[in-house]
Nanobody, 124 residues
């Protein structure tokens, strides 16, 4: 089964950039789509970006287009979430998730493997 480990979270100031990493492992991880989501207490997981592992096709939520991008390094088995111009409203726990196949989706319920999450806090 695919396993995911996020890293790179922390405390940053408004306007700063931050890059989160999602390292994948498992026997068939290359036939998955990887997505990034975030969650604040009391809310559902919010879709941010996703990428198909083999073809590298990305998708972005309208709310983060122009600020957040996704990239992958096949050699390192790692997917990155690049965040720019962070604001306090971006404070959340950030998760990467995987779903079978090369199919982009913004629905968190279609992702069946999740990392443990990494906290991002943006201060004024």
């Amino acid at each position: 089964q695919v396993q995911l480990v996020e890293s790179g979270g922390g405390l940053v100031q408004a306007g700063d950039p931050l890059v989160l990493s999602c390292t994948t492992s498992g026997p068939t991880f290359n036939d998955h789509t990887i997505g990034w989501f975030r969650r604040v207490p009391g809310n559902d997981r919010e879709f941010l970006v996703a990428v198909t592992w083999i073809t590298g096709v990305p998708a972005h939520a309208n709310s983060v287009t122009g600020r957040f991008t996704i990239s992958r390094d096949n050699a390192k088995n790692t997917v990155y979430l690049h965040m720019n111009s962070l604001v306090p409203a971006d404070t959340a726990v950030y998760y990467c998730a995987a779903r079978d196949g090369q199919v982009l989706s913004s629905d968190y319920r279609q992702y069946d493997v999740w990392g443990q999450g990494t906290q991002v806090t943006v201060s004024l």
